[in-house]
């Protein structure tokens, strides 16, 4: 299984950046898909997830109102819209797919997510 992160870049405060994440080697229709990222520094902070059907979403705080999750099971992605970015929005973000045993449900613990992609970096300056 392999989830391949993209969009990432360098943007100016207030800008938009749109992250995507592909998944290949598996098919996670029914499962629960996240976003998280990590500053330099910092824990790994959640940041969305969505249930099977995109039906219910969830946000951090510190996104809500600017950010917005988004999944197409027909390609196995699921997207992030980042909106009126702000410089402590930098960080590395990463897709996640939720574990085996709790798969359908949404939780901000990054110990229930099993899948991981690699990251990308999104550099928002002042």
């Known amino acids: 299984v392999q989830l391949q992160a993209s969009g990432g870049g360098l943007v100016q405060a207030g800008g938009s950046l749109r992250l995507s994440c592909v998944v290949s080697g598996r098919t996670f229709s029914n499962y629960v898909m996240g976003w998280f990222r990590q500053a330099p520094g910092k824990e790994r902070e959640f940041v969305a997830a969505i249930n099977w059907s995109g039906g219910i979403t969830k946000y951090g705080d510190s996104v809500k109102g600017r950010f917005t999750i988004s999944r197409d099971n027909a390609k196995n992605a699921v997207y992030l819209q980042m909106n009126s970015l702000k410089p402590e929005d930098t960080a590395v973000y990463y897709c996640?797919?939720?574990?085996?045993?709790?798969?359908?449900?949404?939780?901000?613990?990054?110990?229930?997510?099993?899948?991981w992609g690699q990251g990308t970096l999104v550099t928002v300056s002042s």
């Open positions: 996640a797919v939720k574990g085996e045993r709790s798969y359908y449900y949404i939780t901000q613990d990054v110990g229930e997510y099993d899948y």
